[in-house]
């Protein structure tokens, strides 16, 4: 997994099991840079790397992931644009599901399984 700069939360909510942040997604991103020359837009390895990290740190996950479900790319996320990043916690099925958002404008969307520290009976 990259390890992306975490863009700048604007505004948080937080409930037992989800969370929802606004995000600036700042102009000068360096991960902007060619990607793409005519129009740049928000790479989706970074968008699931800042799901994966906002809600590991959120819900204890060690962010081991084991599988990425459903994933879905909708609309392009712009330079200088604020969304929705909601993340929500299935404890029982070591799940988050993640979605990007403004208003009725969908970006992103998934979910995300990790590993479980119990397989085999190992540790991390």
């Not at 997604?25 to 968008?47: C, I, K, M, R, S």
């Not at 790397?49 to 599988?67: I, K, M, P, S």
Request: contains cysteine.
């Amino acid at each position: 997994m990259i390890k992306s700069s975490l863009p700048p939360i604007l505004a948080s909510e937080i409930g037992p099991d989800s969370i929802e942040l606004r995000l600036l997604v700042a102009a000068d991103l360096e991960y902007f840079n060619g990607h793409f020359p005519e129009q740049a837009v928000l790479p989706g390895v970074t968008q699931l790397d800042w799901a994966v990290r906002l809600g590991c740190e959120h819900f204890g996950y060690n962010a081991a992931v084991a599988n990425l479900e459903v994933l879905k790319f909708q609309q392009l996320i712009l330079p200088g644009q604020e969304v929705t990043l909601t993340i929500s916690h299935n404890a029982a099925k070591e799940k988050l599901t993640f979605a990007y958002s403004d208003g009725d404008h969908r970006y992103a969307s998934g979910r995300i399984s990790f590993a479980s520290l119990q397989d085999d009976g190992a540790s991390l």
